[in-house]
């Protein structure tokens, strides 16, 4: 019992002695250029700083209650009236079978 406290303590103690402060470059290194068409050379926290693209807001309105959709001048339907277009090939004969074991003529 004794020694599972011990070790308990140790690993609060070890997670409590994480510093939190400002970042600054490793010794002997120093922040990125200043981009060209910046105004400024930008410090840690705005090159941290998530951008719209990477992080976007988020939409949370909820509907209240059910809208109709407002019309929208380029739904129409289809030209040919949504019909599916007539084959170059197409005939009024049915396609001659040429597989299978029963076919023992040659195809017309």
């Known amino acids: 019992m004794v020694h599972r406290l011990t070790i308990a303590a140790a690993l609060i103690g070890l997670a409590a002695c994480g510093k939190v402060g400002p970042l600054v470059p490793a010794g002997g290194q120093?922040?990125?250029v200043k981009p060209m068409m910046a105004a400024h050379t930008p410090d840690a926290t705005e090159l941290l700083a998530y951008t719209t693209q990477a992080r976007p807001?988020?939409?949370d309105?909820?509907?209240r209650r059910s809208q109709p959709l407002k019309?929208?001048?380029?739904?129409l339907p289809?030209?040919?009236a949504g019909l599916a277009p007539?084959?170059?090939t197409a005939s009024t004969e049915p396609a001659a079978v040429t597989t299978g074991p029963d076919n023992v003529q040659e195809p017309r």
């Open 71 to 75: 019309a929208d001048r380029f739904d």
């Open 86 to 88: 007539a084959s170059p």
């Open 78 to 80: 289809p030209p040919d």
């Open 30 to 32: 120093s922040l990125p």
């Open 57 to 59: 807001q988020r939409v």
């Open 61 to 63: 309105e909820l509907m």
